[in-house]
Antibody, heavy 122, light 107 residues
Framework: EVQLVESGGGLVQPGGSLRLSCAAS????????MSWVRQAPGKGLEWVST??????????YYADSVKGRFTVSRDNSKNTLYLQMYSLRAEDTAVYYC?????????????WGQGALVTVSP | DIQMTQSPSSLSASVGDRVTITCRAS??????LNWYQQKPGKAPKLLIY???SLQSGVPSRFRGSRSGTDFTLTISSLQPEDFATYYC?????????FGGGTKVEIK
């Protein structure tokens, strides 16, 4: 059974940093692209970042809204995805989901974690 | 960036009704269109991928279709557990983008 479990959320002051983790199990983690998707309170879904699988070099992609402030990485030996967030702003307040892509690059998000709440507030 | 325009933003329907939600892409995305269902406080769940393929375990009352850059999610006979918010999403190119969502409420 595929499982994705996020951790690391919490309350942080504007300008602060936070690192989210996503522990994966039930599939060969290194074979799949992984993503972060967020949802601000009462709002829709927003793609944040994707990291490709190891075969394609672990390339990283970011939404313009987080580029230069967030860094996605993966540790295939630990089956874990990370999102390092710097210079956090109030508008980054959201539930952050990690999501697994299908095997092919254009595939949908077929599994999602339960989400981690990040609150940016003084 | 590819814009995904989803309509309506909300609708009220009764159990047993046929419900249709549409999503229009701002440019060609081939068949790279996915539909998700989200219930309050829960993660999204994949329903339809590649415009018309039913994800494993999803009831057959959910159907996806495509006409050019217009995509449709149809629920043939709405069930009590289908009251939720539905999102379309293009996986053709980054930035990956979602529609604004359609909240399906009980009439």
């Amino acid at each position: 059974e595929v499982q994705l479990v996020e951790s690391g959320g919490g309350l942080v002051q504007p300008g602060g940093s936070l690192r989210l983790s996503c522990a994966a199990s039930g599939f060969t983690f290194s074979n799949y692209a992984m993503s972060w998707v967020r949802q601000a309170p009462g709002k829709g879904l927003e793609w944040v970042s994707t990291i490709s699988n190891s075969d394609t070099g672990g390339n990283t992609y970011y939404a313009d809204s987080v580029k230069g402030r967030f860094t996605v990485s993966r540790d295939n030996s630990k089956n874990t995805l990370y999102l390092q967030m710097y210079s956090l702003r109030a508008e980054d307040t959201a539930v952050y989901y990690c999501a697994k892509r299908g095997y092919n690059w254009n595939d949908a998000f077929d599994y999602w974690g339960q989400g981690a709440l990040v609150t940016v507030s003084p | 960036d590819i814009q995904m325009t989803q309509s309506p933003s909300s609708l009220s329907a009764s159990v047993g009704d046929r419900v249709t939600i549409t999503c229009r892409a701002s440019q060609s995305i081939s068949n790279y269109l996915n539909w998700y269902q989200q219930k309050p406080g829960k993660a999204p769940k994949l329903l339809i991928y590649a415009a018309s393929s039913l994800q494993s375990g999803v009831p057959s009352r959910f159907r996806g279709s495509r006409s050019g850059t217009d995509f449709t999610l149809t629920i043939s006979s709405l069930q009590p557990e289908d009251f939720a918010t539905y999102y379309c999403q293009q996986s053709y190119d980054t930035p990956l983008t979602f529609g604004g969502g359609t909240k399906v409420e009980i009439k």
